[in-house]
């Protein structure tokens, strides 16, 4: 995704856009990991309800609309905190630091194949449910909310599905970048990058 939308130099010192890069990946992250959150959240309190036999721990709304709801909030949620958790981190960083971080994760080609299948998965969910509230079938949520459901979901399922597809294990590219072989290999980072990788 990322790659498509910004260009992506020989040095880190020369990536463009970096604050940027960084912040809409950080984001991105936050949103499907809060939704992977939020999806377990019903499952973990009624294991805890019936363990405690606390029914009243528990909501009597559907098993459908509890997972949707809670896929909603945890994204927001996470998106929240990996936003304020990226800029405690980042704060104060000098630009060749925002830009090597940034240079990297366009290098990454699997990093960027599972924003692909993360953000197809987000629209095509979010288009889905949002089109089944407006019609009086998205669950008794409204469209707005049950646009960012599908989001959430679909990023969940995306990432899924990459993690499925996925054919170049992490020995792989590692034996590639060894041989001098495949994208990574042919692009050497600066001797700037290489002390700030030291540094971290």
Same mark, same amino acid.
Request: hydrophobic fraction near 45%; proline fraction near 5%.
């Given at each position: 995704?990322? $790659?498509?939308?910004? $260009?992506? $130099? ?19 992250? *936050? ?14 309190? +009624?294991? %805890? ?5 606390? $029914?009243?721990?528990? +909501? ?24 304020? *958790? ?34 197809? *998965? ?21 469209? *707005? ?10 990023? %969940?399922?995306?990432? %899924? ?5 996925? =054919?170049? =294990? ?26 700030? =990788?030291?540094?971290?």
């Amino acid at each position: 995704m990322l $790659p498509r939308l910004f $260009p992506h $130099p020989v040095y880190a010192e020369d990536q463009p856009s970096a604050y940027t890069i960084l912040t809409i990946h950080c984001l991105h992250r *936050g949103f499907t990991t809060g939704a992977i959150f939020g999806l377990v959240a019903p499952f973990a309190r +009624t294991a %805890v309800a019936t363990i405690l036999r606390r $029914p009243s721990l528990t +909501t009597p709304l559907p098993w459908t609309v509890r997972l949707l709801s809670s896929a909603a909030i945890g994204s927001i949620a996470g998106t929240g905190f990996i936003g304020v *958790g990226m800029v405690a981190r980042m704060w104060g960083r000098e630009k060749i630091e925002w830009q090597d971080r940034s240079w990297r994760i366009l290098a990454n080609k699997s990093q960027n194949r599972e924003d692909d299948w993360s953000a197809s *998965g987000m629209i095509i969910g979010a288009l889905t449910l949002g089109l089944a509230a407006s019609r009086g079938a998205g669950f008794g949520l409204g469209v *707005g909310r049950a646009s960012l459901a599908g989001a959430a979901v679909g990023s %969940v399922l995306g990432t %899924v599905g990459h993690v499925l597809t996925s =054919s170049n =294990s992490v020995e792989e590219v590692e034996a590639k970048v060894i041989a001098g072989e495949g994208p990574l290999a042919a692009k050497e980072p600066s001797k700037e990058s290489v002390r700030l =990788s030291r540094s971290n």
